[in-house]
Nanobody
Framework: QVLLTESGGGLVQAGGSLRLSCVAS??????????MAWYLQAPGKQRELVAQ???????TYADSVKARFTISRDNARNTIYLQMTGLESEDTAVYYC?????????????WGQGTQVTVSS
């Protein structure tokens, strides 16, 4: 129903910036996306929430990225972005896009394949 494709990852020096994009391809006309988010997973660690945004543009952030990262959303393009500034070596991880599809019975979750972000110190 929903295919999420991330892009924008790469290698950057500490203090640098990157912008991640996630495009949601919808297989049906009436698919409605609710919350979308970015998660990260560092080697040997569990996946954790970075930032979340709902369909109205309201967003929340993990404490570790507040004031450095900004999540935004373009509903017309079914796309979310993560502008990352002041990158630190601790931000090195695979970043995953997440989306929830509205369903009258149960919310349907979808994950992208992930994009690698590597911050060199």
């Amino acid at each position: 129903q929903v295919l999420l494709t991330e892009s924008g990852g790469g290698l950057v020096q500490a203090g640098g910036s990157l912008r991640l994009s996630c495009v949601a391809s919808l297989s049906a006309f009436r698919v409605i996306l609710k919350d979308m988010a970015w998660y990260l997973q560092a080697p040997g660690k569990q996946r954790e929430l970075v930032a979340q945004i709902n369909e109205d543009g309201d967003s929340t952030y993990a404490d570790s990225v507040k004031a450095r990262f900004t999540i935004s959303r373009d509903n017309a393009r079914n796309t979310i972005y993560l502008q990352m500034t002041g990158l630190e070596s601790e931000d090195t991880a695979v970043y995953y896009c997440y989306a929830e599809q509205f369903h009258p019975v149960v919310t349907l979750p979808y994950w992208g394949q992930g994009t690698q972000v590597t911050v060199s110190s």
